[in-house]
């Protein structure tokens, strides 16, 4: 992740140098992320949202339910939905959209997905979130 640069932003309150440097969105989902509609929150220090946005955004539109995924799911995405609870927000997480290394001592996959069970107020597929946001619109 470092190699790439996926975490080099100039400031998190500025989209300048953004584009193509490694922190940018995937250009397959670019027209849908930059909707005008998507929140898009400053990026996050370490593992989880406490020192970034994510709270203030959802709750300035009003919003007090979150479909969470990411890349990595038993650090990123898990600290994420313990913030996300802690500040009273209804967390839903995309198992099929989330993913985590594996090592010799373990699955971090695995021990998400346990811990979501134990924690989410959902745990969906994919499919199951695309249906339920089509029939929320």
């Given at each position: 992740m470092h190699?790439?640069?996926m975490f080099?932003?100039?400031?998190?309150?500025?989209?300048?140098?953004?584009e193509?440097?490694g922190?940018?969105?995937?250009?397959?989902y670019?027209d849908?992320?930059?909707?005008?509609k998507t929140i898009i929150?400053?990026?996050?220090k370490?593992y989880?949202?406490?020192?970034?946005?994510?709270?203030?955004q959802?709750r300035?539109?009003?919003?007090?339910?979150?479909?969470l995924?990411g890349?990595?799911?038993?650090?990123?995405v898990q600290?994420?939905?313990?913030e996300?609870?802690?500040q009273?927000f209804?967390?839903?997480?995309?198992?099929d959209?989330?993913?985590a290394?594996?090592?010799?001592?373990?699955?971090?996959y695995l021990?998400a997905?346990?811990?979501?069970?134990?924690?989410?107020?959902?745990?969906?597929?994919?499919?199951?979130a695309?249906?339920?946001?089509?029939?929320?619109?």
């Amino acid at each position: 992740m470092h190699a790439i640069g996926m975490f080099d932003r100039e400031s998190s309150l500025s989209m300048e140098g953004l584009e193509g440097s490694g922190a940018d969105f995937m250009p397959q989902y670019k027209d849908i992320i930059e909707d005008g509609k998507t929140i898009i929150t400053s990026p996050h220090k370490v593992y989880g949202p406490e020192a970034n946005d994510l709270s203030l955004q959802p709750r300035k539109a009003d919003i007090d339910k979150v479909i969470l995924a990411g890349m990595s799911a038993n650090l990123c995405v898990q600290a994420h939905l313990h913030e996300l609870l802690e500040q009273g927000f209804e967390v839903a997480v995309v198992r099929d959209a989330t993913a985590a290394a594996k090592l010799p001592e373990g699955d971090g996959y695995l021990a998400a997905l346990i811990n979501f069970r134990y924690i989410a107020n959902a745990l969906w597929t994919t499919d199951e979130a695309v249906a339920r946001i089509n029939e929320a619109t």
